[in-house]
C-alpha cells in the first residue's frame, strides 16, 4: 500500500526555519515525480516544489525560489523541504505528493497524497 507521511511542521517566528519531512512507503522514491504543496486558509492549494521521475534539479516556485530547497534521499525513501526565511504568507498545511509518471517534467496531477502537515509562521 502506497503511503507518504509528512512531518516537521509546526509554528515559528518570521525568519526562522523549518524542514518538513515526507516518508514514503509501498513504493520506491526514486522512480516516482514527487512534489510538495501548500494550502493556506481559505485559498486554493498550490505547487511549492517538485522533482521529476527522472531526478534533477528540483523545480521551486516563484514565492520560494531561493527560500526553500528540496531534496530526496533515496536510500532513506524520503523527501525534505528545507524552508529558510520562513514569511507569514507561507503558512499554510504542507502536502508531499509522488506520481508514477515517467518524465523530466513534474507532472500536472499526482495520484498519492500524504495527510499533511501545518507550518505557522507567526510572531
Known amino acids: 500500500q502506497v503511503q507518504l507521511v509528512e512531518s516537521g511542521g509546526g509554528l515559528v517566528q518570521p525568519g526562522g526555519s523549518l524542514r518538513l519531512s515526507c516518508d514514503a512507503s509501498g513504493f520506491t522514491l526514486d522512480y516516482y515525480a514527487i512534489g510538495w504543496f501548500r494550502q493556506a486558509p481559505g485559498k486554493e492549494r498550490e505547487g511549492v516544489s517538485c522533482?521529476?521521475?527522472?531526478?534533477?534539479?528540483?523545480y521551486l516556485s516563484y514565492s520560494v525560489k531561493g527560500r526553500f530547497t528540496m531534496s530526496r534521499d533515496n536510500a532513506k525513501n524520503t523527501v525534505y523541504l528545507q524552508m529558510n526565511s520562513l514569511k507569514p504568507e507561507d503558512t499554510g498545511v504542507y502536502y508531499c505528493?509522488?506520481?508514477?509518471?515517467?518524465?523530466?517534467?513534474?507532472?500536472?496531477?499526482?495520484?498519492?497524497w500524504g495527510q499533511g502537515t501545518q507550518v505557522t509562521v507567526s510572531s
Open positions: 522533482i521529476s521521475s527522472s531526478g534533477g534539479s528540483p
Open positions: 505528493a509522488a506520481d508514477p509518471t515517467l518524465g523530466t517534467m513534474c507532472p500536472p496531477r499526482y495520484e498519492h
